[in-house]
């Protein structure tokens, strides 16, 4: 994959494709109850994994997980702050820390991280950083709210307009309760499925 500055919007594949990436996690049940699902499904997803919350009780265990169920490690920073007025050297510490977090968990110091997710979306020189270190900005597009609401009955409606062919979805496992989200992707990509949809990765995953 050629890197760039552009954060990527794209999914592998044509037709009704879209590729599924999931936010501020790993997080105890709502992790868990994801992964055995996608597994269920035989569906891969790009998880952008906090610090924080790796260094949390289980974290590292969930994100063992992830990674040997096949699942793309995105770097989503140490922590939950707005990164957008940061320097260039307080972002390279905080992607590098959080790339020593992930990688420590592992027990693999070559660990694949492929790519970069500003939080909030406040992207700075957090992109340009990113690719000097190896890793592809992802866009933060097709997001549900779901921090704002964890109504099924809401999510799943909004899920059916974000999931869109050739496109990402945005979604969260983490910074709080997502017991909401999990419960309406799954009713939605079970719709999608049964419709001949396909779940893949971002385009040019590795």
Avoid: K
Wanted: proline share 4%; charged share 25%; glycine share 10%.
């Amino acid at each position: 994959m050629t890197l760039t500055a552009e954060p990527l919007a794209f999914a592998e594949g044509e037709g009704f494709v879209c590729a599924l990436t999931v936010d501020d996690g790993p997080n105890g049940a709502d992790t868990e109850a994801l992964l055995d699902a996608l597994a269920a499904r035989g569906i891969r997803a790009v998880f952008a994994v906090i610090g924080e919350q790796i260094l949390a009780p289980g974290g590292a265990v969930l994100l063992r997980r992830i990674v040997a169920e096949g699942h793309v490690l995105c770097n989503h920073s140490t922590s939950f702050a707005d990164m957008g007025e940061w320097s260039r050297e307080e972002v390279r510490a905080d992607m590098v820390a959080n790339l020593a977090i992930i990688r420590e968990a592992l027990g693999d110091p070559d660990a694949s991280v492929p790519y970069w997710r500003a939080p909030n979306g406040s992207w700075g020189v957090t992109a340009e950083v990113a690719v000097e270190l190896g890793m592809q900005p992802l866009a933060v597009v097709n997001a549900i709210e779901d921090w704002v609401t964890q109504d099924v009955e809401v999510l799943a409606v909004r899920l059916r307009e974000a999931i869109r062919p050739g496109e990402l979805v945005l979604v969260h496992d983490g910074g709080g309760s997502r017991a909401g989200t999990v419960e309406a992707l799954l009713r939605v990509v079970d719709e999608r499925l049964a419709e001949g949809w396909s779940f893949t990765l971002p385009r040019g995953a590795r």
